[in-house]
C-alpha cells in the first residue's frame, strides 16, 4: 500500500513559477512509475509528466516541455515537480500518482493517486 500528498499549489501569476511536492509514504520499487497528471473544469485529467523511479528517466507532454521539471528524491521517498513561465492554461488540480509497470499516460495505468493540489494562474 502505498499513499500519496501532494502539496504546493497556489495562486500566481502568469510568468511565474512554483514547485509542487508529492511525499510517498510505503515502499517504492525501481520498476515502479511516478507521474504528475492535471485536471481543469470540465476537462478529463490529462498526464504532464513523469519519471521511472530506479533509473530517473523523465517523460512530459509536450505543451510543457522547457518549462516543467520532474524530479525525484529517492531517500525521501519524494517526488517534485518544478513548474516555470506558468500560463493560464496550466491552471488545474494537480495529482501524483503511482503505476507498478513502466511509463504510461493513461490514468487507468495508475493504482495510487493522491488528493490534488490546486494550481491557479492568473492572466
Known amino acids: 500500500q502505498v499513499q500519496l500528498v501532494e502539496s504546493g499549489g497556489e495562486l500566481v501569476q502568469a510568468g511565474g513559477s512554483l514547485t509542487l511536492s508529492c511525499a510517498a509514504s510505503?515502499?517504492?520499487?525501481?520498476?515502479?512509475?511516478m507521474g504528475w497528471f492535471r485536471q481543469a473544469p470540465g476537462k478529463e485529467r490529462e498526464f504532464v509528466a513523469g519519471?521511472?523511479?530506479?533509473?530517473?528517466?523523465?517523460y512530459y507532454r509536450e505543451s510543457v516541455k522547457g518549462r516543467f521539471t520532474i524530479s525525484r528524491d529517492s531517500g525521501k521517498n519524494m517526488v517534485g515537480l518544478r513548474m516555470n513561465n506558468l500560463k493560464p492554461e496550466d491552471t488545474a488540480v494537480y495529482f501524483c500518482?503511482?503505476?507498478?509497470?513502466?511509463?504510461?499516460?493513461?490514468?487507468?495505468?495508475?493504482?495510487?493517486w493522491g488528493q490534488g493540489t490546486q494550481v491557479t494562474v492568473s492572466s
Open positions: 500518482a503511482l503505476a507498478r509497470g513502466g511509463y504510461s499516460t493513461q490514468t487507468s495505468s495508475y493504482v495510487y
Open positions: 510505503g515502499r517504492i520499487f525501481s520498476s515502479h512509475f
Open positions: 519519471i521511472r523511479w530506479g533509473v530517473g528517466n523523465t
